[in-house]
Structure formats: C-alpha cells, structure tokens
C-alpha cells in the first residue's frame, strides 16, 4: 500500500518519523556505541549541511560512497537522502579495474570515502 501512494513513501520518510516520535530509541548499536534516532539525525543533518554548503552538493546529483561497514555510512546514507542525491553504493573490499568500473558506471559528481581508504584504491 505504501509504495502505491502518491507520493511514494520513502526510507527517510520511515526514519523522519521514527525519529520524531521516538527520538531516544536505539537505532544502531556498533560495537560499544548506540545510536539513537535522534543521533543519527543530528548527524545527517551536519553531513548534508557539509556537502551542500561546504562543497555545493546539488540534489539530482550522484554521490559515489566508498565507506566500510560503520555508523557513518548510514548517516552519509541519510545526510544524501535529505539533499535529494542518489547514492551509489561502492563495495570496499573492491579494487583495481573492478573498482574504476564501478567509479565509471556509478558516473558519480563526487566520491566519498573513509580516511582508511586513501591511497589503497588501487587505481
């Protein structure tokens, strides 16, 4: 039924309204940290407040995500989300050809990854 509303209802409406009504529930445990909606919020806020201000993020435009598997990606996830950006989903254990593929597919404005992943790219 939701996804024959018009318009469609989205994972980030689902998070908005999770967030608004129960700001202090556990959405996310990682390893000794938990992070609740109203965390998680937060944050995104701040990281598209960054890309749009900082590096003049325009919605429409596709963000390359090259993160591991840790809390920042979700809110980079939500922070793109909010500015209406598409994200392409880059896997980090991928490199060389395999990953340049990727990078040329996902045709990408800009690429975002952890400090870890600089220089190991093999590109």
């Not at 922070?79 to 254990?93: D, I, Q, R, S, V």
């Not at 060389?96 to 040329?104: Q, S």
Request: charged fraction near 25%; hydrophobic fraction near 40%.
């Amino acid at each position: 039924r939701r996804l024959s509303r018009r318009p469609a209802v989205t994972l980030l409406d689902v998070f908005q309204q999770h967030a608004r009504r129960r700001p202090h529930q556990p959405l996310l445990r990682f390893q000794d940290e938990i992070y609740t909606y109203e965390d998680m919020d937060r944050r995104s806020n701040r990281a598209a407040w960054a890309l749009s201000r900082r590096l003049g993020l325009q919605s429409g435009r596709t963000v390359a995500v090259f993160l591991p598997n840790e809390p920042a990606y979700l809110w980079t996830w939500l922070a793109l989300a909010k500015l209406g950006c598409p994200m392409a989903c880059l896997n980090c254990n991928v490199r060389g050809r395999a990953l340049r593929h990727a990078l040329e597919a996902a045709q990408a404005t800009l690429v975002l990854a952890s400090p870890g992943e600089r220089g190991t790219t093999g590109l």
